[in-house]
């Protein structure tokens, strides 16, 4: 499909964003490049196309919408609940298929019953996909950050360990070498002798490293202060002196290594937590909640797969995260999760809860093509 080609489909799916009314919102091609770089995470950083304006500001072209559309609604001050959708072009460097491509999606801001916007989230993928190539079945994959920040933090890692570990997550080889660090950290640090012993004292650490830049003539102003650094750099001596014993991996494996039909997993993580001592309930009612929801909506839950290991690249995600394929196709369809601190991370006033989707429409009309 040429990238300038609006795929065929297009009215049918319009059509089906009406139906399950999701308003349709258009937002600029030429985006503010600081949200996707701080926000998006390093998988999207590393592929958005970069410029910038007269007078020096960051732009890009728009890399995908799920940002644009909570930027838009924030500066609209809409109210909540809203569905939005869309359908346009995206521009980012792929690993193969061109770099200029058609997206569509849903995003569900402000719905307070978490568990049901996220189900709804799921049978929507699955119900537009099913009018679209009818001739096709498919497999879901979900995964849930909520439920693995919780089992991190119930092992008691230390706030840094946590967030790297957490910021891992969906990237297994990433995590994986985290994981293996933190079981045999290396001996030492990068720090100086002078700076290891200093920070034990941050008081005194501050006063050093203000000296230290005054000295060089190093700005303030345009660098973190002499506090913050030396915040960062106890951080990062105690984090090179974190080990995770034997036990705690041994958990951390057998959690990641959950592989199950959406029919079992409920039990599986249940059986999981009460054979680790973990106590990680909060996380699990949602989780629970969210499979009696699509159980109830008709949804036959032996074609979802349940793994714990698996996540998106995308770093705004805080809940669910799922993806779609068709059966004896390798390519993902549709992808989508929860991302309920995006909007505040926009600059939204209030907390809103957030969960949407997108459709790859090049894909969807190659495997429609297939058939």
């Known amino acids: 499909m040429p990238a300038s080609d609006m795929p065929d489909f297009s009215n049918d799916l319009l059509a089906q964003f009406a139906a399950r009314h999701a308003a349709r919102v258009d937002t600029p091609i030429i985006q503010p490049a600081e949200p996707f770089l701080d926000i998006a995470g390093e998988d999207l950083r590393r592929r958005i196309f970069l410029t910038q304006s007269e007078t020096g500001e960051n732009l890009c072209l728009r890399p995908e919408f799920t940002i644009p559309v ?36 849903i995003e569900d801001l402000g719905d307070q019953d978490v568990a049901g916007a996220d189900a709804r989230a799921v049978a929507d993928a699955l119900g537009i996909l099913t009018k679209l190539l009818p001739q096709n079945r498919f497999t879901v994959t979900i995964g849930d950050q909520a439920v693995f920040e919780a089992v991190v933090q119930a092992l008691g890692l230390p706030v840094g360990w946590q ?3 957490i910021h891992a997550f969906g990237n297994m080889l990433h995590l994986e070498n985290l994981l293996a660090s933190l079981v045999n950290p290396r001996s030492g640090t990068s720090l100086s002798d002078e700076i290891v012993k200093l920070s034990e004292d941050e008081a005194a650490l501050s006063a050093y490293i203000a000296q230290r830049m005054e000295e060089t003539g190093y700005s303030t102003n345009a660098s973190r202060s002499p506090v913050e650094i030396a915040r960062r750099l106890r951080e990062k001596r105690t984090l090179s002196e974190t080990r995770l014993d034997e036990g705690a991996f041994r958990i951390l494996e057998r959690f990641l290594s959950l592989d199950v039909s959406l029919n079992d997993a409920s039990k599986a993580l249940s059986d999981f937590a009460g054979q680790a001592g973990l ?20 949804i036959d839950l ?3 797969e349940y793994r714990a290991a698996f996540g998106r690249p995308l770093d705004y995600y805080t809940g669910l995260v799922f993806e779609i394929v068709a059966q004896g196709e390798g390519d993902v369809l549709v992808g989508g999760g929860r991302y309920d601190r995006l909007l505040t991370l926009l600059g939204a006033q209030d907390h809103i809860p957030a969960v949407g989707f997108s459709l790859w429409l090049d894909r969807i009309e190659k495997v429609g093509g297939d058939q």
């Open 163 to 165: 967030k790297r570990l």
């Open 302 to 304: 032996s074609m979802i």
């Open 70 to 105: 909570c930027m838009r609604h924030i500066e609209r001050a809409m109210g909540t609940p809203r569905r939005y959708s869309y359908l346009g072009q995206v521009f980012r460097q792929r690993r193969d298929g061109p770099s200029e491509f058609y997206q569509a999606g």
């Open 279 to 298: 106590n990680v309930g909060d996380a699990l009612k949602l989780f629970d909640a969210r499979i009696a929801t699509l159980a109830s909506s008709g």
